[in-house]
């Protein structure tokens, strides 16, 4: 009797409901009630398809690095947002340059570690993701908060690694597969 009901009890805890979505490797599956019939319903991902195989292995590299990357950049966007809406309380240049400084500190602070293990393919999506989440270029966003010399300091050193801090996002034709993934990412397909 003890052996019946551990068996039971075992299967019960390794059975799973039917009833809930759950994630297969072509997509999301749930059951679905039709007239009295229960109907697998599945939501394919995408599917892209190349001629050549490094551009598959591009393709997904590119995959990798939005996963890492535009996270960031959407924190980027909303630090912004919070440092311009903090900045219009403040009265004088002076407090909203020491106000500059100490967000530099707590930026540097917390971002440092992460962007030091960031690939160069990733800093320079990283940049064009900015421009596209801020509207502005990362070179502009250093010049308004930081002064003239150095965003020219950064941009040079950008150059030395072969990055731009001028570079804009383009959704209509350069980062046109960007902007596709971006939008699957945000709907959970990626």
């Known amino acids: 009797m003890k052996k019946a009901i551990l068996i039971a009890i075992l299967l019960l805890a390794a059975a799973r409901p039917s009833s809930a979505q ?15 019939d229960t109907v697998v319903l599945i939501q394919l991902s995408p599917s892209f398809v190349f ?3 490094v551009d598959t292995r591009r393709f997904a590299r ?7 990357v535009y996270p960031i950049a959407k924190e980027a966007n909303a630090t912004l947002h919070a440092m311009e809406a903090h900045m219009e309380t403040l009265a004088t240049k002076r407090e909203k340059q020491i106000f500059v400084k100490e967000m530099e500190r707590a930026l540097k ?18 940049i064009k993701l900015i421009d596209r989440e801020t509207d502005q270029t990362s070179y502009e966003l250093v010049k308004e908060l930081r002064g003239g010399f150095r965003a020219f300091f950064w941009q040079s050193i950008a150059r030395l690694f072969g990055a731009n801090l001028k570079d804009t996002y383009d959704k209509e034709g350069e980062d046109m597969m960007v902007e ?3 939008r699957l990412y945000e709907a959970g397909l990626l």
């Not at 759950?22 to 009295?36: F, K, M, W």
């Not at 590119?62 to 890492?68: D, G, P, Q, S």
């Not at 971002?111 to 293990?117: A, G, R």
């Open 62 to 68: 590119l995959i990798y690095n939005l996963k890492r």
């Open 22 to 36: 759950a994630l297969t490797e072509y997509g999301q599956a749930r059951n679905v009630v039709i007239d009295g």
């Open 51 to 53: 001629r050549k195989a």
């Open 109 to 126: 602070k917390k971002y440092t570690p992460v962007l030091k293990k960031m690939t160069l393919s990733q800093g320079k999506l990283l």
């Open 180 to 182: 596709e993934l971006i």
